[in-house]
């Protein structure tokens, strides 16, 4: 200890004790301060460590800090710079915005490059042809006009079996060519009916299918086929008018499709719906229609045509004669052995075999896989020509990079379908693309001060600053549309040679799109059949397609799920697209690229009401959506994991989620009810549902009316009124 600190903190303690001898509190000691202040800059650690013992723990947890602070900056530097701190905007008018790359690094911590045998099946067999099977000569002839020469596999198992009349549940792969297996035993037994048939024999033959979509195309492809003129087809579906389709049930239809809602609907309050001689009942895509609710449905539509074939079969005057009457029980066992029911679907469950034992008696199993290869029911067989990938993206960023993934499909001329939660949701993103994204301002790029993008200067509306910036169309397909327009649009989709369709799962079975390259999956499918037939929509018949779905960090444990069911997908290179979407945006880099793009589509939801509206609406359904998954999927789409207002961000909104919900509220209480006839209810007792009839009180005539009256009731006598004088 130095004589000059020996002297103060010796002083400092007879000050002490003076102020405590008069009861004065104590001085704090600032000999630290003097010392470093006087003492020379060499003797500043050992004064410290000499005489402030308790100093010396503050300061080795200073150090500590520093340290630590020290190691987070460098293992910061080691990381890929996706952490960047939005300052862009801070002077765009004094607005404050929410940074789009603010979330932390993240990676993808599910291997995707494990690898293994998935579950294929053969589409097409060695070298069979149409011409080979035993079928009418015109009817070959006029498959091999439309393209149908080689038999695929499902159709070399199945169509022989189909044409003996033997009950069959066929299972095989989407897009192999299962629609032919019973359209072409249908007509050849048709054809071959002699005399011919005429338009009083009734329905024939009827498919059941879930959806309006499959129902159209499964006519048509009846009708390119049917060249005789006398074989009459049609199909029954939701939201046509129904007077036409009893006008087309009075002239006569041998060969009917239709969903099974409108077909039990006619069935039940058509009279003249002739049913009685029904030969082949066909239950199409049968994994969807239960899935889709419609296991009622079947059942009530088999019953009634075992009573129609009953009732027809009853002969009254046979009880006259005393004539012999089979009992109803050997009378519904002969009419099942006398009509053929067919059961096709992509995957095999439970359901579907209960639902097999129900309308069949004794059935053929036929299965498209080799009888060597052991497959689990678990097990998903999805083509080898569709090539599967993922894309992993943050919350925030999922608008844009969907965005940014149709500008590449539209710069390749593709044909694209991208599927999407809920009708609410195709209608924002219809409309928000039609405007922000196929359209775009004329100098793109150039309008800026510096790095501040000028977006609330654009008039979206005025076609003066914007020019057409993708040549593609786009279509929209969902539920709540009417018949005549979902109609439209999924023929004009077929037809186009490129372009977009946005749509629910309404479009994902059986329907064959030509020349859809690749599906999108924007949201992630509820169960992993609606994964099997989205992916089913492209690669049909053997030619190669494309599906990506989209997940985020919190959703990449899917892929796990998919190799558990034989399925390994790849992750996809974004690198080409985002190169195709800088040069489209005209920007420098992804990041500038990305913001006005966002900032784009932020002012334009702004500024348009309805737009904005339907933004709110699309939130709350997605939300909705999302908290409804089932219960094995929970632990990988969980709602209570995710930053809900991340997902606002990335549906263009600026409001939090809970006023979102507000809005969306208000909205929907502005929407008036359907009006549902309850007169077609179907599971429901219909004398019910008329309202019944006050019963009148009847008098009696004798004590009313006599020979001269006119039978008018008498005129009532007015009340007088007793007035007092």
Known sequence: MTSFEFKFTKSKSKSNKLREHKGLPLRKSNAGKQIKSQAPSSNINLLENLTFPKNKEKLKLDSALVRRKQKKEQIKSFEAPTEVVDNDFSSSGGKKSRSLFSEKYKTLHVNANVRGASVTEKVFSVDRKFSELNIHQHLKSNLQKNGFAILTNVQDKAIPIVLSGENCLIRSQTG?????????PILNKLINIAPKLQRSDGIQAIIVVPTRELALQTHELFTKLNSFQWIIGSHLCGGENRKTEKEKLRRGVHVLIGTPGRLLDHMLHTAAFNGKNVQCLVLDEADKLLDMGFKKDIVRLVEELERLKFNSSYDPLALLKNREIHPVDNQQSSVKSTRQTLLLSATLSKSIAELADFTMKDHVYIDALDKSTNINPEHMIIPNTVKQQFLLTFIKHRLVMLSAFLVHQAKQNSKTIVFMATSQMVEFHYELFNKCLLKMPVNRGKMTIGDVLLLEGVELDDSDDEEKALDIELFKLHGNMSQQERKTVFNGFRKIKKGILICTDVAAR????????????????QSDDDYLHRVGRTGRAGKSGSAVIFLTHEEQDYISRLQEHKVFVRECDTAPLIRTFIDFMDEPDQEK???????????????NKSLHSKACLAYTSWSRFYSAFPQKMRTIFDLK?????????????????????????????????????????????????????????????SLTASEFSSGLEPAKKKKKNNQTS
């Open 593 to 607: 690229a990305t913001l006005s793009l966002q900032r784009r589509y932020e002012a334009a939801i702004a500024k």
């Open 641 to 701: 994991k995710i930053n809900v207002g991340h997902y606002v961000t990335s549906f263009g909104l600026e409001e939090s989620p809970t006023a979102v919900a507000r809005i969306a509220k208000g909205q929907a209480a502005k929407v008036e009810p359907r009006n549902l006839n309850r007169k077609l209810a179907n599971h429901e007792d219909n004398q019910e549902l008329v309202k019944p009839r006050k019963k009148r009180s009847l008098k009696s005539l």
């Open 510 to 525: 059986g329907i064959d799109v030509p020349e859809a390259d690749c599906i999108v999956q924007y949201t992630g499918p």
């Open 176 to 184: 192999s060519g299962k629609t032919l297996t019973y359209i072409v």
